[in-house]
């Protein structure tokens, strides 16, 4: 009979009832590969047994052999806790051996009976192993001599249960095991072959022989995500054709007459790139991203004349109506001389309003219109639409993305967001997508100075904001709560707002909200864009987009309460003219030594892109992105923070096999590695 596969159903294991295959079940566990590619967190080096009397570090691991000579036990009555102490010698000397709430060892352990132990060493009173794991001598489970693997519990089951049916699972696995990386692949990667890494990762013979198992099983299930990304990529650029633009002496022609200013050398260079996608015959797929006023929107806008003057529409997609409000009125002037009709949509637009604007759409009269989430009714159907801009993108679900793509015939796609993505999550977020980053800033923004003070100087800060307003400027003053909530401690608009208007006497002081209607947030930042608002104390709903060049201070309210990414962009709606600009962050008396040490970091670093690499150095993913937000994929043996330099190389790796391969091949190869890895959620 032949010898089943690693992908044996979890029932054919002994110890695997109809109940506990359903509790694994439930827990993502199914078959043999998944046992098998549930890596240990740590291993234990059991193979040297010591005399006890050579026992002297505190915190250090050790292995025994000695026999029960007392036991005793009693209830703590304080915890309710049940403690059992054993006295075990050796020929060398006795140690005392503690465990705690484990009634049922009354049962097992006998004066007299030899046990192996392997326990962490305290210091109390006296030298003590607290907990050890324990094998009777007699009868010993296989685990003292050898290094034995720690796993993650896993359902209802713990370390130990786990190693003994992944013990199982290696035993009926044939040999050699069917390997699904070809060997010209793993041998160029000098990685093992998957049986060997397998077993090197369960049944390691030393301490270090896990390491090449565990490479091998992370660049595997990195090759397979970065080579799936890839193909699909392939795929589709055979598939569809873009709407084609014509690079003519009139588009330029037109480019000149919109561009209020000169473009920066990394503007030219994103226009470059999108020009020659545009030109290319397939659909682009770009994201172009930049930090915090690197003038992304003028890029957009000269895609958007690009496929104007070819004869098609633009679409650009921002998440909130202040955002689309905002870039509704730059797109208006800048097109102010080009004749082009630039229309807004939202949800507040009238309905008298909005039925012209969806006939527009439809007959092709309307070449650029500017939304929110309304451009993704039914209702709204283009005539002709040739190029997608969504901003902010992250903010965005994947079937929202594809619905307003799918408004037209394979559109050009242009993803843009502020907020500068390390280039680890740009190989997986966007690895179907080509990169562009404008890293250069426009000539006439200032340098914001960043200050981090506790709250105990709000005085002081409110003192400065009233200073820069008596001088002409403007403030943002920003908290992380509406209202005050039970369940977190950080200060909030509604509670404070009045505090802060007392503390700005003669000042018009407004607020702003997500929970405003949104006639209300309309006329509020209009009045603030207007000079008639001083002061504006508001939630994040200013992160992105708000352009106000007069305003020179922003004050962040309990600030540990923001991630990076968000101090980043709030800290961008300051210093958006030649005047010096503030951005102060006030930080509670609770925040935490990571939250001060994030906040430091925020206080030295003003480059976004350096301050994205550093926060994730630091905290990894972390609150620098909404994660699930974003569709990251879930990695089972892979972690993005860790192992960065291996996606690199199966990135690389994977391009190269994909242009060294029939595209047959490299279908094939990804529908065998998938019975392995499987993903979640791929970026589309």
Same mark, same amino acid.
């Given at each position: 009979?032949?010898?089943?596969?690693?992908?044996?159903?979890?029932?054919?294991?002994?110890?695997?009832?109809?109940?506990?295959?359903?509790?694994?079940?439930?827990?993502?566990?199914?078959?043999?590969?998944?046992?098998?590619?549930?890596?240990?967190?740590?291993?234990?080096?059991?193979?040297?047994?010591?005399?006890?009397?050579?026992?002297?570090?505190?915190?250090?691991?050790?292995?025994?052999?000695?026999?029960?000579?007392?036991?005793?036990?009693?209830?703590?009555?304080?915890?309710?806790?049940?403690?059992?102490?054993?006295?075990?010698?050796?020929?060398?000397?006795?140690?005392?051996?503690?465990?705690? #709430?484990?009634?049922?060892?009354?049962?097992?352990?006998?004066?007299?009976?030899?046990?192996?132990?392997?326990?962490?060493? *305290?210091?109390?009173?006296?030298? =003590?192993?607290? *907990?050890?794991?324990?094998?009777?001598?007699?009868?010993?489970?296989?685990?003292?001599?050898?290094?034995?693997?720690?796993?993650?519990?896993?359902?209802?089951? #713990?370390?130990?249960?786990?190693?003994?049916?992944?013990?199982?699972?290696?035993?009926?696995?044939?040999?050699?095991?069917?390997?699904? @990386?070809?060997?010209?692949?793993?041998?160029?990667?000098?990685?093992?072959?998957?049986?060997?890494?397998?077993?090197? @990762?369960?049944?390691?013979?030393?301490?270090?022989?896990?390491?090449?198992?565990?490479?091998?099983?992370?660049?595997?299930?990195?090759?397979?995500?970065? $080579?799936?990304?890839?193909?699909?990529?392939?795929?589709?650029?055979?598939?569809?054709?873009?709407?084609?633009?014509?690079?003519?002496?009139?588009?330029?022609?037109?480019?000149?007459?919109?561009?209020?200013?000169?473009?920066?050398?990394?503007?030219? +260079?994103?226009?470059?790139?999108?020009?020659?996608?545009?030109?290319?015959?397939?659909?682009?797929?770009?994201?172009?991203?930049?930090?915090?006023?690197?003038?992304?929107?003028?890029?957009?806008?000269?895609?958007?004349?690009?496929?104007?003057?070819?004869?098609?529409?633009?679409?650009?997609?921002?998440?909130?109506?202040?955002?689309?409000?905002?870039?509704?009125?730059?797109?208006?002037? $800048?097109?102010?001389?080009?004749?082009?009709?630039?229309?807004?949509?939202?949800?507040?637009?009238?309905?008298?309003?909005?039925?012209?604007?969806?006939?527009?759409?439809?007959?092709?009269?309307?070449?650029?219109?500017?939304?929110?989430?309304?451009?993704?009714?039914?209702?709204?159907?283009?005539?002709?639409?040739?190029?997608?801009?969504?901003?902010?993108?992250?903010?965005? /679900?994947?079937?929202?993305?594809?619905? @307003?793509? &799918?408004? /037209?015939?394979?559109?050009?796609?242009?993803?843009?967001?502020?907020?500068?993505?390390?280039?680890?999550?740009?190989?997986?977020?966007?690895?179907?997508?080509?990169?562009?980053?404008?890293?250069?800033?426009?000539?006439?923004?200032?340098?914001?100075?960043?200050?981090?003070?506790?709250?105990?100087?709000?005085?002081?800060?409110?003192?400065?904001?009233?200073?820069?307003?008596?001088?002409?400027?403007?403030?943002?003053?920003?908290?992380?709560?509406?209202?005050?909530?039970?369940?977190?401690?950080?200060?909030?608009?509604?509670?404070?707002?009045?505090? =802060?208007?007392?503390? $700005?006497?003669?000042?018009?002081?407004?607020?702003?909200?997500?929970?405003?209607?949104?006639?209300?947030?309309?006329?509020?930042?209009?009045?603030?864009?207007? /000079?008639?608002?001083?002061?504006?104390? &508001?939630?994040?709903?200013?992160?992105?987009?708000?352009?106000?060049? #007069?305003?020179?201070?922003?004050?962040?309210?309990?600030?540990?309460?923001?991630?990076?990414?968000?101090?980043?962009?709030?800290?961008?709606?300051?210093?958006?003219?030649?005047?010096? *600009?503030?951005? =102060?962050?006030?930080?509670?008396?609770?925040?935490?030594?990571?939250?001060?040490?994030?906040?430091?970091?925020? +206080?030295?670093?003003?480059?976004?892109?350096?301050?994205?690499?550093?926060?994730?150095?630091?905290?990894?993913?972390?609150?620098?992105?909404?994660?699930?937000?974003?569709?990251?994929?879930?990695?089972?043996?892979?972690?993005?923070?860790?192992?960065?330099?291996?996606?690199?190389?199966?990135?690389?790796?994977?391009?190269?096999?994909?242009?060294?391969?029939?595209?047959?091949?490299?279908?094939?190869?990804?529908?065998?590695?998938?019975?392995?890895?499987?993903?979640?959620?791929?970026?589309?």
């Amino acid at each position: 009979m032949t010898a089943p596969g690693p992908f044996l159903p979890l029932r054919f294991l002994k110890g695997v009832g109809p109940v506990r295959a359903a509790a694994l079940s439930e827990a993502g566990c199914a078959s043999g590969w998944d046992l098998l590619s549930h890596l240990p967190f740590r291993y234990e080096d059991r193979r040297a047994v010591v005399p006890i009397a050579s026992l002297s570090t505190p915190g250090e691991r050790y292995a025994i052999r000695g026999r029960v000579t007392a036991m005793d036990w009693h209830q703590a009555r304080r915890r309710n806790l049940f403690i059992l102490k054993l006295l075990v010698a050796d020929e060398s000397g006795f140690i005392p051996v503690v465990f705690f #709430n484990q009634r049922w060892l009354l049962d097992i352990f006998k004066e007299g009976m030899n046990l192996f132990l392997y326990g962490k060493l *305290s210091a109390r009173r006296e030298w =003590v192993l607290e *907990s050890p794991r324990w094998e009777l001598a007699a009868a010993p489970r296989g685990e003292t001599g050898r290094v034995v693997p720690v796993y993650p519990a896993l359902g209802p089951l #713990n370390s130990r249960q786990i190693g003994l049916l992944i013990g199982q699972v290696l035993d009926l696995c044939p040999s050699p095991l069917s390997d699904p @990386l070809p060997a010209d692949l793993t041998a160029a990667e000098g990685l093992p072959p998957l049986e060997r890494a397998l077993r090197d @990762l369960h049944r390691p013979e030393t301490m270090e022989a896990h390491e090449a198992g565990r490479r091998r099983l992370i660049f595997d299930e990195l090759f397979t995500y970065e $080579l799936a990304l890839l193909l699909n990529r392939r795929k589709r650029d055979l598939a569809a054709s873009g709407p084609r633009v014509d690079l003519t002496d009139a588009l330029r022609a037109r480019v000149r007459d919109i561009l209020p200013f000169k473009l920066t050398g990394g503007q030219r +260079e994103a226009v470059r790139t999108i020009a020659h996608d545009m030109a290319s015959g397939r659909p682009m797929r770009r994201l172009l991203h930049g930090d915090v006023g690197c003038g992304k929107t003028i890029v957009a806008a000269i895609a958007a004349v690009a496929a104007i003057e070819s004869g098609h529409q633009a679409a650009y997609m921002a998440p909130t109506a202040i955002l689309a409000e905002q870039h509704f009125a730059r797109f208006a002037a $800048l097109f102010s001389r080009s004749g082009y009709a630039v229309r807004l949509l939202t949800s507040g637009t009238p309905a008298a309003e909005r039925r012209g604007i969806l006939a527009g759409l439809g007959d092709g009269s309307v070449p650029l219109v500017v939304g929110t989430h309304a451009l993704l009714e039914d209702p709204v159907a283009f005539g002709s639409l040739g190029l997608v801009v969504v901003d902010e993108e992250h903010r965005f /679900g994947v079937r929202q993305r594809l619905r @307003l793509r &799918a408004k /037209g015939k394979s559109p050009h796609y242009l993803v843009m967001t502020a907020t500068p993505i390390p280039r680890t999550l740009t190989l997986t977020l966007y690895g179907d997508l080509d990169v562009t980053a404008i890293t250069e800033m426009p000539p006439g923004r200032t340098k914001v100075k960043t200050l981090l003070r506790p709250e105990a100087k709000r005085p002081e800060a409110l003192a400065f904001v009233r200073d820069q307003i008596a001088a002409g400027r403007q403030a943002f003053i920003v908290y992380p709560l509406i209202e005050e909530s039970e369940n977190f401690e950080a200060r909030a608009l509604t509670a404070h707002f009045d505090a =802060v208007a007392a503390a $700005l006497p003669g000042v018009p002081v407004a607020m702003l909200h997500g929970r405003l209607p949104y006639k209300e947030k309309e006329g509020v930042m209009r009045r603030f864009a207007s /000079g008639a608002v001083g002061a504006l104390v &508001a939630t994040t709903v200013v992160e992105v987009g708000v352009d106000v060049p #007069n305003a020179s201070v922003m004050l962040v309210e309990s600030a540990e309460r923001f991630g990076l990414a968000q101090l980043h962009q709030l800290r961008g709606r300051v210093g958006r003219a030649r005047h010096t *600009s503030w951005c =102060v962050l006030l930080h509670g008396g609770g925040a935490s030594e990571e939250s001060l040490q994030r906040l430091q970091l925020f +206080e030295k670093i003003d480059d976004g892109f350096a301050l994205a690499e550093e926060d994730w150095n630091l905290r990894g993913p972390g609150d620098l992105l909404g994660l699930r937000q974003w569709g990251l994929p879930r990695f089972r043996a892979a972690d993005l923070f860790r192992d960065r330099p291996v996606l690199e190389r199966a990135r690389k790796a994977a391009a190269r096999w994909l242009s060294d391969h029939p595209l047959e091949e490299c279908e094939a190869l990804v529908g065998e590695l998938y019975r392995y890895w499987t993903f979640e959620e791929v970026p589309i």
